[in-house]
């Protein structure tokens, strides 16, 4: 699979350019994930292969709902719109002129297909070309859809049911920021786990011993607060701190290291605020006392 797009040229569009071999390796995942065992039956909460920079219109994947967490959100070919501007158009006049330089916006509509819901998903962008190789045509171009917006936007992780308003209006803030800037996604993420502390009763600040003044707590200091009477969380939240920080640095933040971000917080919001562990050992108590009969 990995020999069936290659060969990205560097352009004088660097960017198209990038933006193609990020579009290329996503829909190879796709493709390995329809064609083989997902993911060789790795333990992954996210769905690594729907949350990647581009997808081929045909194979454009279906999204958690924002709206009922039940359905999910699928792609509405009929709204498919793309257009090309002028400036644009007017360049393929031009010696030299290659397909991937053209310059393309798209908007489409997801639709939930659940009946009392029918949630409508906004999704907009620019349109990229790839340089594949087909082995009955040979080389040729394809054009993938890069979202740069989703409306209201799918959750990446589930929050759950009591999850502070302040940290859920973050995460949602990091869910759709997350098509737009990485870094700024990021630091939504890292926003909601200030919050989280909040809700946790872990203090903004604190009387300095020297000169007898508030002074304020960094992320880090809170956390080891913390984690003195809560260990365990200590390290998602230093994880989480961490990529935060990278995210005011976008160039060194990747887009996996984002999503193994929401994934250690999707643990950490299950077993703090939705109380996994609890759940779990209340049935295992249930089923050993009843012996499974109720
Ligand atoms: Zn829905």
Redesign the pocket.
Known sequence: MRQDIIGYRNTPQTDVSRVATAAGLAILETIRCRQATCAGGQAMAIDRTIWTEAFAAEQFPTFP?P??N??R?AFDKTSLVTEEPKYSDLLHQEDGWEPNYTVERFSVRLR?P?QT???IVIVSGNTAWIETVDEEYGWGFTSVLRPTMMFPSPPIIPLPKDTPSEVEEKMRSAFGLFWFDLGSSANSLRMSVEFLLDHLKVPRTSMSKKTGKLVELTLNNRIQYYEKSNPGHGETFSALRMIGNLGSHEASLTREALLDAFEIYEDALSEIIGGRSAYLDAIKKKIIASKGKY
């Open positions: 709902c709206r009922c039940r359905g959100v939930c659940e819901c029918g949630e």
